[in-house]
């Protein structure tokens, strides 16, 4: 029997404005929060459920249900390397694999950058998100966060992703651009968008099509770096979408966890793949978790709590195309 203590509740963070991407709009970020505790010290993780992959608040709680009973039966107990062999990837997994770490790490009064002997950075950049709803919204969003290096500009299949490309590129010519298509270019369109994005300096075009057409992506010779995300939750993903895919985008909700997401960031490395830090629409929480992995990445993707009407006591702070390191109080 396990002497730590699990509970985990549902939380909704309203976002400043609706968020808008090739699956539809959300108007809130709906997380869970794990808190797992020993007699003295208290660990926090957070997942946030994504419908892409069938995932719900309720049945990533059941999940939760589950593995816990799971563990306090178990002579293993509450360990990392047993919730990972043991459970598949899935949110779930990642806030307790998350919650672990934090606890694991204020037990043993270490930060996560002594232990994984990385130099702790003063702060991180950030890319910032412009969502697919309008150009005008567009264009307010990118004046905000004019100091940040790279704008991610979400597409989602219609006409109007070109129109908006060319007016965010003609306002701000020197800008990196990265667009995120989420999978919504269909396989005809895909050298015609090639093209825009060579034709307007995109850096990095991430998934543009639906998995399953992954392999047409071998007949295209750009510069463009193309980005997996959809395409590559886990490791064995890495291995099945090398041949396709210049850089993957890495989140610990696909991943299971930051154990796992380590791993992931390992392989795509060492494989000659650049790396992208990514994250769902989250919290603090969420991003004070991933960015060991930033540090390591060539992309950061970490905006989320930018779009929160409120985020976790102890915040992250933003500025200036930057994000300051979490402090260990809110994780770590
Ligand atoms: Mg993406």
């Not at 597409?155 to 965010?168: A, M, N, P, W």
């Not at 193309?226 to 890495?250: F, M, Q, R």
Request: charged share 25%; hydrophobic share 35%.
């Amino acid at each position: 029997m396990s002497s730590l203590k699990i509970s985990f509740k549902s939380e909704s963070y309203s976002l400043k404005d609706s968020f808008t991407i090739s699956r539809g709009a959300k108007k809130s970020a709906e997380v869970i929060t794990v808190r797992i505790s020993d007699h003295n010290h208290s660990g926090i993780g957070e997942c946030a459920p994504n419908l892409r992959y069938g995932q719900t608040i309720s049945g990533e709680l059941n999940k939760l249900q589950a593995m816990t009973q799971a563990l306090e039966n178990s002579s293993n107990g509450f360990e990392r390397v047993f919730i990972n062999k043991f459970f598949s990837p899935s949110p779930a997994r990642s806030a307790i694999d998350i919650a672990l770490w934090d606890l694991e790490l204020k037990k043993m009064r270490e930060s996560i950058w002594s232990l994984n002997k990385i130099k702790k950075p003063d702060v991180l950049p950030t890319m910032i998100t412009l969502d697919a709803s309008s150009i005008e919204n567009n264009l307010k969003t990118a004046r905000i966060y004019i100091d940040c290096k790279i704008f991610k500009i979400k597409f989602k299949g219609d006409s109007t992703d070109i129109d908006r490309l060319v007016k965010i590129r003609e306002q701000f010519p020197k800008k990196r651009l990265l667009i995120d298509a989420n999978e919504s270019i269909s396989p005809s369109k895909i050298s015609e968008y090639i093209n825009y994005c060579e034709r307007f300096n995109v850096e990095v075009l991430e998934q543009p099509m639906r998995p399953e057409f992954d392999n047409l992506l071998s007949a295209i010779k750009t510069k463009t770096i193309l980005c997996a995300d959809e395409s590559c939750s886990s490791l064995k993903d890495i291995e099945a979408i090398e041949k396709y895919y210049d850089a993957v985008n890495i989140k610990l909700d696909k991943a299971g966890g930051l154990t796992e997401a380590l791993i992931m960031q390992e392989s795509a490395i060492s494989k000659g793949m650049k790396t992208m830090s990514g994250c769902m629409l989250c919290t603090s929480i969420g991003i004070a978790a991933s960015q060991i992995i930033a540090a390591k990445a060539d992309y950061i993707d970490h905006d989320a709590p930018l779009f929160l009407e409120q985020d976790r006591r102890n915040k992250i702070d933003y500025s200036k195309g930057n994000m300051n390191i979490a402090n260990s109080v809110l994780w770590g």
